[in-house]
């Protein structure tokens, strides 16, 4: 008989050796831009709106790559599969929360801009009017403290969230792409709590609650960074409105309006910057969702 060896159309089959494939880069990137985002360093609230938009700004990074992701064949025909359905299903359930997060921050930067504005025009019309000028100043801020009630609600439903979830790493059985949505969804959580306490402020935070925004697995460090002395822009608008309720009347007064719109310039000037990144990172979540029931469905 014939060896195997010299036969043409061999009917014994060689072992196959099954080597491990090469890490898709993309899945490298993502993994690296979550954790960097999730790290106690980014947990931590921003005192200025600059730097607030450079962590948006590496989150709408992140969220673009999920996003290309899931145009892959690989990732598509995983997420697809019928044992998979209920793990697509809490990746929908939390593109939405996140969704709604997005949007309330949006609406109150809107009317804070709104409420910039109609100062700046009792600034315009009646120079010096001092009685018109207290009564939009107290009307600001009795509207600013409503909207933090309203933020302070969804710092409280954010922890809530947080409460809930591991770290991917404790999740051993999880299949490695989920692993990394999950590190997506622990990064978003930072940055919208980082979001969401830079709208409430750090007195205002510090009294509806005491907990921290970082998920509880993130360690903390107990240093305080300088970024976490200083003020926000919202806040110097906020004290300068409270000073020319409370202080004296006389020639200091002009001296205070000059000062408050100056404060309101740099204040609507980093609010547009703000609307403009969340007004595009709303966008790509709804791709994102768009993605995801597009599997579901084929």
Known sequence: MASCASNPTPLCHARSISLPSRPNPLVLNID???????SSSEATTPSSSSSLSHRLSKLQDLLDSLNVLLQLTHTRQLLSRESHEYKVDEL???????????????????QRREQAQD???????????????????????????????QISKSLR??????SNWSPAESE???????????????????VFGSLLSFLLGPKAQSKASSWSLRPKFIVSSK??????????????????LQALIHGKKGKNFSLRQEDLQGGLWKMQSSIQELEEQLESMLRCIIRTRASLLNILTH
């Open 157 to 162: 439903d954010l922890k809530s969230k947080c």
């Open 172 to 190: 051993p059985n999880t299949e490695a792409t989920f692993s990394m949505f999950r590190k997506a969804e622990l990064a978003s959580s930072a």
């Open 32 to 38: 690296e831009q979550a954790q960097r985002l999730s």
């Open 119 to 149: 100062l700046q025009s009792v600034l315009r019309r009646k120079r010096g009017d001092e009685s018109e000028l207290m009564k939009e100043s107290a009307k600001y801020l009795a509207l600013g403290k409503k909207s933090k009630r």
């Open 92 to 110: 929908l359930s939390s593109s939405l929360y996140f969704l709604d997060v997005c949007s309330i921050a949006k609406d109150v930067l809107v």
């Open 223 to 240: 240093r305080v960074s300088p970024e976490q002395e200083s003020s926000s822009e919202f806040e110097d608008v906020d004290s300068m």
